[in-house]
């Protein structure tokens, strides 16, 4: 499809104020326009979560699937995704097999509507979003050693011993494992293991 009839979608996402989204949307628009795009829709977050907080996110990814427009124009590549590297990887894969480009304004070398362009940035990005993946799997198991160095327990915490000490009660009275467990709000595995001490 040829520039000039490619019609597209404009997201901002902002963290901040509604001035901001408005400073992010001229330039955007005047961008878009100097492409030869028609802009079609425009869809706005004011959002500091992730991408479950973002009700014109979620939209547009409903309308990619229903090919409302051929090319998301970004401010920046970060405005797509808070969730790291992967999951930006992981949205531009997506739509890139609907067939919709993302173009980011500050970024011209990210121009996924050119194939040459998408094949080197997917490769470099997805590389980036590996090593990343790799570096937050360093630090699980480096924060996992040291906290069983300190001797620390991983895992659930146990049951307060209060309602260790109320189980053993009721079960002396005569109460069930079910009937104590559903009394204290407790699995009856709990109830049936702390039984076995009596």
Do not use: C
């Not at 547009?60 to 930006?88: C, N, P, Y």
């Not at 997506?94 to 480009?101: A, H, S, T, V």
């Not at 980011?104 to 509507?113: F, G, N, Q």
Request: no cysteine; glycine share 6%.
């Amino acid at each position: 499809m040829k520039n000039g009839l490619m019609k597209a979608a404009l997201y901002l996402r902002v963290s901040t104020d509604k001035q901001e989204l408005e400073n992010q949307l001229e330039p955007l628009k005047k961008f878009a326009k100097g492409r030869g795009l028609k802009i079609v829709q425009v869809y706005r977050d004011m959002a500091t979560g992730k991408n479950s907080d973002r009700p014109a996110l979620n939209k547009m990814l409903k309308d990619a699937h229903r090919h409302v427009f051929d090319v998301i124009v970004v401010w920046a590549l970060d405005r797509l995704s808070r969730e790291g590297m992967s999951r930006t990887v992981q949205l531009i894969e997506m739509l890139e097999r609907m067939g919709i480009g993302v173009i980011s304004y500050s970024e011209p070398y990210l121009d996924t509507t050119n194939e040459l362009a998408r094949n080197i940035l997917l490769a470099v990005v997805s590389t980036l979003a590996k090593a990343e993946r790799e570096r937050i799997s360093e630090r699980t198991r480096a924060g996992l050693a040291r906290v069983k160095r300190s001797g620390k327990k991983l895992g659930r915490p146990e049951i307060a011993s209060k309602k260790r000490t109320q189980a053993v009660k009721l079960l002396k009275k005569g109460y069930s494992i079910r009937q104590a467990a559903h009394k204290l709000d407790v699995s009856r595995s709990s109830v049936f293991n702390w039984r076995k001490g009596l």
